[in-house]
């Protein structure tokens, strides 16, 4: 007996078990739309009336079991009232769910994550697909909000508080094994015993799990206080409250009514109103959005790559490699001698043992990474990658050599950071064959993957890079050859303005703090000593030949110095153990509020600059890519977002005051009066 909906499905079984599968129409993957929590209610009506011994929830997807929440919904809600009608609405689902008068089972085949996971943890017993692809967490608080559908309440109940805390505060996911060691699921087997599982919990009906010993008493009311006071101190030393109120929202809901489960519920629902109407979950699920649309970019039918050969050695040529081999591509590595491959594997293994856990897959990984110091594996390869000093002339000359020895039908790729790929394509007799596809350091950490589509690039070869860097998990963003691209373009003016504020008497602390208070990952001058003074310097006189930028001073003393920042233990700041210091006691001759619009206001104009001459696409791509390239303060949307939010006028406004003031370089760009038009 076969009962179908748009989006779910019913079936009873001649054990009286009945199953309910999710199967979100035109979707490859479930999410908890209006429209399917209706069908799902309308499910257990009908499932309730048939009475079956049991109920089992799993997934009709191979993708998994269900994403979340359609975050598309969350957009136009623009009040508290009507929020809190649709989030009472998917808590009043789930409690019924709770609330069958037979045992249920939330049988999980990969991602559980977000709504996905509130679901499962209202079913009585769960069982999970162990392996690679299983992901089950509440990550809501990446999107400015936390769980709204009971996932506070009953992932307490189920872990204890401290536990469900971290996970909800941090948004991490959980893999099969951990989520049953926090209990979060009942029993971990192999996606073939995923039916049988569930069949034998509802057979045997074994005690639901609760926590015990010091996890039950922390959420005591004597507790909670002392245990809030204490997550929340620390809390705050990672996130400003006035930029990230999610996480804080949900601590205190947690303090004031852990142990009320009916005052829990309803203080859940007020504060995801209260939170998702703001402007840092708007912003946030902008950012989201503009992540899904990245992934798509790199999702057309271009054939996978087998086999990648990698040229340069050096951290990032080396990180590349490893990096691939992890995501399953066979790669050989190339450079001059064996000894310089050696520390490229050595930071592999390194790489492989800290995310895949076990020896076998290590060792898999491992396998697949080969060190080829005669580069034989650039004949066999479908894409080759070069990353070698920053020269034209030496990278020109590369690919020369290379290009007899390769497979006709191979990519050639560029990791070059901020050459134009036509100068470096006059060397091919094909330069159709030729595009850019420039990773950042450090390569296991950083999202974003620029692809850079050069005036003679193939589109079938742009095509095949874009579906690459997806194939390895990371995001592409589309960008068009021209000096330094996008990121390191706009990075650059900002970078340099916070050296000509340090050589002006700004303190070095004064000008990073600037920046970090305005929601930057870290302030410029501590980004300059990270990445290496001397790599400044270079890039920087590579940019001068195309646009209007000089070394300052400041920065060609320290580098003549030897002082080149973490690497060489000084720059800016003195570097004790890997960690930064700064004996800069000066005061500020300048106020906070104008150090921020000086840096903030030559990032932002140099965005404009870029959109204007199409660098990129269009605002959305050029905010995707400074929030995942820079990190640039994702609560605020993206640069474009905030000049459009802060006031396009206002901001170009005061960069003529600036120009005034300090001189050319602060010139509003030409876009200005025409970038909103482009939203």
């Given at each position: 007996m076969i009962r179908k909906y748009k989006n779910l499905y019913v079936e009873l079984d001649a054990a009286n078990i009945a199953w309910l599968y999710f199967d979100r129409a035109d979707a490859s993957a479930n999410t908890l739309s209006a429209e399917v929590l209706e069908e799902f209610d309308l499910c257990l009506d009908y499932v309730e009336n048939m009475k079956p011994s049991g109920l089992v929830i799993l997934s009709a997807k191979k993708s998994g079991f269900i994403a979340g929440a359609d975050v598309n919904e969350f957009v136009p809600i623009k009040d508290e009232a009507t929020a809190l009608t649709l989030i009472r609405r998917g808590q009043a689902v789930f409690t019924r769910l709770e609330k069958m008068p037979f045992p249920t089972v939330a049988a999980i085949n990969g991602f559980c994550l977000g709504g996905g996971m509130e679901l499962a943890l209202a079913c009585t017993y769960r069982v999970a697909r162990e392996g690679e692809g299983t992901q089950l967490g509440l990550p809501e608080v990446k999107l400015g909000i936390h769980p709204g559908f009971g996932g506070t309440v009953r992932s307490t109940a189920v872990m204890g508080g401290p536990a469900a805390l971290d996970m909800m505060l941090t948004g991490r996911a959980f893999n099969a094994k951990a989520a049953k060691k926090a209990g979060l699921v009942d029993m971990v087997v192999a996606e073939r015993h995923l039916k049988n599982a569930a069949r034998h919990l509802l057979k045997t009906r074994p005690p639901k799990r609760r926590p015990g010993g010091l996890m039950a008493l922390a959420d005591s009311a004597l507790a909670r206080p002392f245990l809030a006071n204490a997550i929340g101190k620390k809390l705050a030393q990672?996130?400003?409250?006035?930029?990230?109120?999610?996480?804080?929202?949900?601590?205190?809901?947690?303090?004031?009514?852990?142990?009320?489960?009916?005052?829990?519920?309803?203080?859940?629902?007020r504060s995801v109103a209260k939170l998702i109407t703001g402007a840092t979950a708007q912003n946030l699920i902008r950012v989201f959005t503009l992540q899904e649309k990245m992934k798509a970019a790199g999702k057309k039918n271009a054939a996978k790559v087998a086999h990648l050969h990698v040229i340069g050695a050096g951290i990032m040529g080396g990180d590349i490699a490893a990096w691939s081999a992890l995501r399953g591509i066979r790669v050989t590595l190339q450079d001059r001698e064996a000894k310089f491959i050696a520390p490229a594997i050595k930071r592999a293994n390194e790489l492989f043992t800290k995310r895949l856990k076990e020896k076998r897959l290590v060792q898999a990984a491992m396998d697949r990474l080969i060190p080829d110091v005669k580069g034989s594996g650039a004949g066999r390869a479908d894409l080759i990658i070069e990353a070698v000093f920053e020269e034209a002339e030496v990278k020109r000359a590369l690919f020369k050599g290379l290009e007899p020895k390769a497979r006709p039908d191979a990519v050639f790729a560029t990791n070059?950071?901020?050459?134009?790929?036509?100068?470096?394509?006059?060397a091919l007799t094909s330069p159709e064959r030729l595009v850019g596809i420039h990773f950042f350091n450090p390569v296991p950490q950083m999202q974003l993957v620029e692809v850079v589509n050069g005036?003679?690039?193939?589109?079938?070869?742009?095509?095949?890079?874009?579906?690459?860097?997806?194939?390895?998990?990371?995001?592409?963003?589309?960008?068009?050859?021209?000096?330094?691209?996008?990121?390191?373009?706009?990075?650059?003016?900002?970078?340099?303005?916070?050296?000509?504020?340090?050589?002006?008497g700004v303190p070095v602390t004064a000008v990073d703090r600037a920046a970090v208070k305005f929601g930057m990952p870290m302030g410029p001058l501590l980004l300059a000593d990270t990445v290496g003074l001397d790599i400044c310097h270079h890039v920087t006189k590579i940019f001068s030949a195309h646009m209007p930028l000089t070394v300052p001073e400041k920065l060609e003393q320290l580098v003549k110095a030897g002082h080149l920042g973490k690497k060489s233990g000084k720059g800016f700041y003195d570097w004790r153990r890997g960690h930064p210091v700064s004996f800069d006691k000066r005061d500020s001759l300048l106020s906070e509020s104008e150090i921020t619009d000086r840096l903030i206001g030559r990032f932002v104009n140099e965005c404009v600059a870029c959109l204007r001459e199409g660098v990129v696409a269009?605002?959305?791509?050029?905010?995707?890519?400074?929030?995942?390239?820079?990190?640039?303060?994702?609560?605020?949307?993206?640069?474009?977002?905030?000049?459009?939010?802060?006031g396009a006028w206002e901001l170009a406004e005061r960069l003529k005051e600036f120009e005034a003031k300090y001189g050319g370089r602060f010139k509003p760009d030409a876009g200005w009066s025409s970038f909103t038009k482009d939203r």
């Open positions: 990672k996130a400003n409250p006035a930029h990230y109120p999610a996480p804080f929202a949900l601590l205190d809901v947690w303090r004031k009514h852990a142990g009320n489960l009916e005052r829990m519920m309803d203080a859940e629902a070059t950071s901020s050459i134009p790929l036509e100068e470096i394509a006059s005036a003679a690039t193939a589109p079938e070869v742009f095509d095949r890079s874009l579906a690459y860097v997806l194939q390895i998990g990371k995001l592409p963003l589309a960008v068009k050859s021209s000096p330094g691209f996008l990121v390191n373009r706009v990075l650059m003016p900002y970078l340099l303005e916070g050296v000509i504020l340090e050589s002006e269009n605002a959305d791509q050029l905010d995707a890519g400074m929030v995942f390239g820079t990190g640039f303060a994702p609560f605020r949307g993206g640069p474009l977002k905030y000049a459009a939010d802060a």
